[in-house]
């Protein structure tokens, strides 16, 4: 594309700056896209379906299992409401209207850009993090890049509304991705920069300040929502996202639902081929998140938003979660997960070829809550015992067996009733079988039905049964029914169990 095109589309973006911050804005656009056009040109993958089918999913990924999303943002200093709070308080029909109107004052006078000051970090340490992170078990971290709000939390080249330039004024995915790394731990890095084309499009209609033109570059564009991104602002996605790709280096880049929007199609198809490329420069394996049917199956992975899937799927996929179940940035009076629940929805999604993303919220001052924090280590407690039952492992010919049926699908994250001991689930690595029950059942005895010498399923002779991270014997039979088995007096940890059939 001439630089002189770019120019053109830019023109509504760069409307919102000075002449001579238009010009610099111009240009920075300008050469982005020749780099990605480049990097593209380079192949191996080119910018279309066909070539991106032959993606294939890195094995770090596959052999992760479980990562920690970080939702953490200018929406921490209200903490109300949820991370939608910039959105919801210029929307006269939602309680964070009202409540920032009797908290803050009108939204003329006191907009989403005067909490910027207030978002100072001066607690943000971002090794501490990263040690909570490994010790959770955890071995991939995806920090939120830019979210809905259209405020970066890295160096962004293309605008001075950055936790880099104001607030904190630190590169906050910059400090987290030497941190993470130093812990021997995968980088990820999101983008809900899509969403931002319509993210403040209440404050338009009535006296607010995103209607002052002196912060366009902030809250603009504020379009309709069912409006489609001009070209302009598509060239800006692009080069933001492809930003974060050359500075980070991330292994996984994580988009929410909105890029599924007819116009983003062809710069989808830019981005990977660029991205898959950059990773194939970097010699090391990559991934890009997708919602809905944003991507071919099998050009990127399916990632599924509090919810997961009621069977197996034989392509890679993701279910992302967060620990707050009202919220995915910190507010005050969260409700928390449960330790167990998390780790019967881990064993769950894992059994059915997926892996878990799970999310924290920071408070604004970069602390992370002490429940949240403890959860995470007691997660890492469970794995530590358990761990060659789910980290490199490959589903089995069946999932699992039980009563307790998973509700499908997105959104369904706290529906369907606790699990039972008679839930089990199948993880394999090599000729190895892992069978998770997850519950102790209190009689300590189990029977497994998919191991019977009548079941449907065919399995080879059973030659050994041991309950991992316990010394103890295990007394077993196989008979027509199931597989037979009863557990010794002391449990080796805390929620579900894993036993090792040879």
């Not at 630089?3 to 001579?20: G, K």
């Not at 003329?108 to 010790?135: L, Q």
């Not at 069977?311 to 005050?332: H, M, N, V």
């Not at 002490?370 to 089995?396: C, F, H, M």
Request: glycine share 6%; net charge neutral; with cysteine.
């Amino acid at each position: 594309m001439k630089l002189s095109q770019v120019a053109l589309f830019a023109c509504s973006l760069a409307s919102m700056l000075t002449p001579a911050a238009a010009q610099t804005y111009n240009q920075r656009i300008a050469d982005s896209m020749a780099r990605v056009d480049q990097t593209v040109a380079q192949g191996p993958f080119q910018a279309n379906w066909q070539s991106l089918d032959a993606y294939q999913v890195p094995d770090w990924y596959r052999d992760a299992k479980f990562g920690i999303f970080i939702h953490w943002g200018v929406y921490s200093v209200p903490a109300f409401d949820s991370e939608w709070y910039p959105r919801n308080m210029y929307l006269p029909k939602e309680a964070a209207f009202k409540h920032h109107i009797a908290t803050f004052g009108p939204q003329s006078k006191f907009g989403y850009k005067d909490f910027i000051p207030r978002f100072t970090a001066e607690h943000f340490d971002a090794r501490h993090w990263a040690e909570v992170f490994r010790k959770s078990g955890a071995k991939y971290v995806v920090p939120v890049a830019e979210h809905h709000d259209g405020f970066p939390m890295y160096d962004c080249s293309f605008t001075d509304w950055s936790a880099a330039k104001m607030g904190p004024k630190r590169d906050i995915v910059g400090e987290l991705a030497a941190a993470v790394r130093a812990e021997g731990l995968h980088l990820g890095a999101s983008s809900h920069r899509a969403e931002h084309w319509w993210f403040y499009n209440g404050g338009m209609s009535f006296d607010s300040d995103v209607k002052d033109p002196r912060y366009a570059a902030f809250y603009g564009p504020a379009k309709p929502d069912k409006t489609q991104p001009d070209e302009a602002y598509l060239n800006d996605w692009l080069a933001r996202t492809t930003e974060i790709v050359d500075k980070y280096q991330p292994e996984l880049v994580w988009f929410d639902w909105w890029i599924e929007q007819p116009v983003f199609q062809p710069y989808l198809q830019k981005f990977a081929a660029f991205y898959y490329n950059r990773g194939a420069e970097w010699k090391r394996g990559v991934a890009i998140n997708y919602k809905h049917k944003s991507f071919p199956e099998r050009a990127a992975v399916l990632d599924i938003e509090r919810g997961q899937l009621d069977k197996l799927r034989p392509i890679f996929w993701q279910t992302d979660t967060s620990i707050g179940e009202k919220s995915w940035g910190y507010i005050e009076g969260e409700k928390f997960r449960t330790t167990d629940s998390l780790v019967s929805e881990l064993v769950d999604i894992v059994s059915k070829n997926g892996t878990l993303l799970l999310n924290i919220g920071p408070r604004s001052d970069g602390t992370i809550p002490e429940q949240v924090e403890k959860t995470l280590l007691d997660l890492g407690q469970w794995l530590s015992v358990n761990a060659e039952a789910i980290y490199g492992t490959r589903p089995w010919k069946v999932y699992g067996e039980g009563p307790t049926k998973v509700v499908g699908g997105s959104f369904k994250d706290t529906a369907g009733h606790s699990f039972t001991a008679q839930d089990i689930r199948f993880t394999t690595k090599g000729d190895t079988l892992y069978a998770i029950a997850l519950a102790w059942p209190q009689d300590r005895k189990l029977t497994i039905k998919s191991l019977g010498t009548a079941a449907s399923i065919s399995h080879a002779e059973i030659k050994t049964v041991e309950l991992v991270g316990s010394p103890a014997q295990v007394k077993w039979q196989r008979a027509k029914d199931g597989l037979h088995v009863e557990l010794p007096a002391e449990r080796p940890c805390d929620y579900a169990i894993s036993l090792k059939i040879r």
